[in-house]
């Protein structure tokens, strides 16, 4: 029931920063999840339906905010001091709860969006 677009992706240098934006049909636990060329997908950020709960990569954690708007049921998730290990296809996903998320896989997914960073 739940679609997803995102956007926001791109090509920066190491060290700059992306925000990447989803725009979902309704108001879910929100996320993201990453997969690079040759490399399994992998859980980068979540944040809970109330927008009081947030979990993080460890991959990511210090660099990394996840947030949403709940009024345009949009997340986003910023990203600084890029690194070249980030380059990865991007995907937004959306789920009843950040444990289904993370433990069973998300239940929606968005079409994904390309972040590349070079060194």
């Known amino acids: 029931q739940v679609q997803l677009v995102e956007s926001g992706g791109g090509s920066v240098q190491a060290g700059g920063s992306l925000r990447l934006s989803c725009v979902a049909s309704a108001a879910y636990a929100m996320g993201w999840f990453r997969q690079a060329p040759g490399k399994e997908r992998e859980f980068v950020a979540a944040i809970n339906w109330s927008n009081s709960r947030t979990y993080y990569a460890d991959s990511v954690k210090g660099r990394s905010t996840i947030s949403r708007d709940n009024a345009k049921i949009t997340a986003y998730l910023q990203m600084n001091s890029l690194k070249p290990e980030d380059t990865a296809v991007y995907y937004c996903?959306?789920?009843?709860?950040?444990?289904?998320?993370?433990?069973?896989?998300?239940?929606?997914w968005g079409q994904g969006t390309q972040v590349t960073v070079s060194s």
């Open positions: 996903t959306a789920d009843q709860s950040i444990g289904r998320m993370r433990l069973g896989g998300p239940d929606y």
